[in-house]
């Protein structure tokens, strides 16, 4: 199983949660909201075969936590993924749009003057702008849109450019996110559960409940859920050979 978006550190017990995924072959990426969490988290994760890092600079955060993209751009060249960080477009968020474009412009150059990272990409209500700041910045990385939401026109400007997506439970029980699932290209997506953020009734989903997205995607692909699941498991070698 794979879940690769997934806020670790935001559980009450963080190593309770790792040792259980690790313990059900659970693959995880353990993004980050704020610069300041690296330091905790590296010593969260350190050891772990199946944990990866994420360096992220939420873009909710980006209006009140400003003055840590300076960190941020200090702490690039340890990380091999950066996430979660990208725009949103979201009313409650609107009043701090061109300060969270700034920073995201500043992280999306940073990637590149480190040669590129995998990019794990918040575009909540501004897919469009997200890949107008990707299209600026060319070399920045592999771009991959977690639980993406735009429209058809968007998703297929998304393609294009050459985005992969991760999708999750909470997405695909949606009959926009099975629409959006049907119509990306298989060999770039990977599975997620934005957890403890996403919920399934009302529950907070554990790294592990990541499978029922492959119940999901097989049913959106048109596929029996053992040809899902290594469809992902492919990709994800294959973006480890990018």
């Known amino acids: 199983m794979i879940d690769f978006h997934c806020h670790i550190d935001l ?59 300076a960190l941020f751009e200090h702490l690039v060249p340890e990380a091999r993924y950066i996430g979660e960080v990208g725009l949103d ?26 040669g590129g990272r995998v990019l794990s990409l918040h575009s909540r ?34 393609i294009r450019r050459g985005c992969w997506f991760s999708v999750g439970p909470s997405m695909l029980t949606s009959a926009k996110g099975m629409a959006l699932a049907k119509a990306m290209p298989r060999d770039r997506v990977l599975t997620e559960t934005d957890a403890p953020f996403a919920r399934i009734k009302g529950r907070p989903l554990n790294p592990w409940d990541v499978d029922g997205a492959y119940v999901l995607l097989a049913e959106a692909w048109g596929c029996d859920v053992e040809t899902a699941r290594g469809t992902i498991r492919e990709n994800l070698r294959t973006l480890g050979r990018g």
Not at 92 to 111: C, M, N, V
Not at 135 to 155: M, Q
């Open 125 to 158: 209500r501004a897919a469009g702008a997200v890949m107008d700041c990707l299209d600026r910045f060319p070399d920045a990385g592999t771009a991959i849109l977690h639980w993406f939401s735009g429209d058809r026109s968007e998703l297929d400007r998304a």
């Open 11 to 69: 559980y009450s017990d963080p190593a309770a949660v790792l040792n259980e995924a690790e313990t059900r072959g659970v693959y995880v990426l353990a993004v980050t909201t704020t610069p300041k969490a690296w330091a905790g988290n590296l010593k969260l994760v350190a050891g772990r075969r199946r944990v990866r890092l994420g360096l992220g600079f939420h873009p909710e955060l980006v209006e009140t936590r400003y003055s840590e993209i």
């Open 89 to 114: 477009g979201s009313p409650e968020h609107s009043a701090g749009f061109d300060r969270q474009r700034k920073i995201f412009e500043r992280i999306l150059r940073a990637s590149s003057m480190a």
